[in-house]
T-cell receptor, first 114, second 112 residues
């Protein structure tokens, strides 16, 4: 059974804190993604990675960075958390074939910045 | 041209009725159109997908209808059940080197 695991279901952080969201997949997938999900806005792509140590900006990368040191792990970093980054964060992975193949999602991390 | 427009934003259907969610796109290069289903507290999961060489694909109670000339595709849920209550996302992509472009989502509620 394929699995994408996000390290936390819920997080509460203070404004200005550095926040790490971790994602691990066990499917040996090349492609990994970080999205944020907000009501009425759907899924917005923050960053994605097609290979180890490789990253590409998505539609809303400002205020975020990512790290992919190992194929199975993709981390999202909020350098200095702000209240407008309060959101649901979803990690996904997909195999070769890219956008034409099934994307597998983690259960999400609901981040609240106070 | 990259957008996928999804409607309605929310939908309430009686148990046993037909739920219909619509999506429209502009980019004629899109060649893969999946629908994802998301239950509360879970990530989205692939429900059904279609490619533009067919006009309809059916899996159980779920059907995608695809109209290439109108650049529209829709999800039909027949005999809707309370367990179908979820958020549904349409998406599109244009080949293996491109990521999915997502619709805004539809929150579907099936009333018992």
């Amino acid at each position: 059974d394929v699995k994408v695991t996000q390290s936390s279901r819920y997080l509460v952080k203070r404004t200005g804190e550095k926040v790490f969201l971790e994602c691990v997949q066990d499917m040996d997938h090349e492609n990994m993604f970080w999205y944020r999900q907000d009501p009425g806005l759907g899924l917005r792509l923050i960053y994605f990675s097609y290979d180890v140590k490789m990253k590409e900006k998505g539609d809303i990368p400002e205020g975020y960075s990512v790290s992919r040191e190992k194929k199975e792990r993709f981390s999202l970093i909020l350098e200095s958390a702000s209240t407008n980054q309060t959101s649901m964060y979803l990690c996904a992975s997909e195999g070769q074939g890219g956008g034409n193949t099934e994307a597998f999602f983690g259960q999400g991390t609901r981040l609240t910045v106070v | 041209q990259q957008q996928v427009k999804q409607s309605p934003q929310s939908l309430i259907v009686q148990k046993g009725g037909i739920s219909i969610i619509n999506c429209a796109y502009e980019n004629t290069a899109f060649d893969y159109f999946p629908w994802y289903q998301q239950f509360p507290g879970k990530g989205p999961a692939l429900l059904i997908a279609i490619r533009p060489d067919v006009s309809e694909k059916k899996e159980g109670r779920f059907t995608i209808s695809f109209n290439k000339s109108a650049k529209q595709f829709s999800l039909h849920i027949m005999d809707s059940q309370p367990g179908d209550s979820a958020t549904y996302f349409c998406a599109a992509s244009k080949g293996s080197n491109y990521q999915l472009i997502w619709g805004a989502g539809t929150k579907l509620i099936i009333k018992p």
